[in-house]
């Protein structure tokens, strides 16, 4: 993550009216918190950041957003595929598209599940896993949070 993303997630929480944003990875960790809210404050108060520096390794960090994948307390056997960031969710590449995947479908690691837009980008998210959707848990075009279930995937055997 460079200056440009974090400058990005100000801007965001800015307009969003967060009060703090926090981002882990394997080895990245980045914590934004804005100062109180009020009149003289507003706008003008810039987030404090904490961020501990990836470790070194000879591909260099990588900055490409990718969702988490975890173990769905609903039921063990199920894995959910998770928002990487804050965004706008869509399940189809335009309107009048048809969906990336459906309830049903099988996918691939790297099979595209979803768009994210963030900031008028459109982030493809891919599934990093082979298996079966067996639950969309977002709506259409509605807003997602950082870490947030989007699918349930039935691991292939």
Do not use: H, W
């Not at 929480?13 to 990875?25: A, G, I």
């Not at 009020?38 to 520096?53: C, K, M, T």
């Not at 099979?111 to 709506?139: P, Q, R, Y």
Request: proline share 11%.
């Amino acid at each position: 993550m460079d200056l440009k993303d974090i400058k990005a997630i100000i801007d965001l929480m800015r307009k969003n009216s967060l009060s703090e944003f926090e981002l882990e990875r394997q080895d990245f960790k980045i914590k934004l918190k804005r100062g109180p809210m009020g009149p003289a404050n507003d706008d003008n108060a810039a987030p404090l950041v904490y961020a501990s520096p990836p470790p070194v390794s000879a591909g260099g960090p990588s900055t490409v957003a990718s969702p988490a994948i975890a173990v769905s307390p609903a039921a063990s056997s199920l894995l959910e595929i998770k928002s990487p960031m804050i965004g706008t969710f869509y399940r189809a590449p335009a309107p009048e598209a048809p969906d990336y995947v459906e309830v049903g479908s099988e996918v691939t690691p790297e099979t595209v599940v979803c768009l994210i837009e963030a900031m008028k980008v459109m982030n493809e998210i891919k599934a990093e896993v082979k298996g079966v959707v067996t639950d969309i848990l977002v709506e259409n075009a509605k807003p997602v949070e950082f870490g947030q279930p989007l699918f349930r995937i039935r691991p292939a055997a």
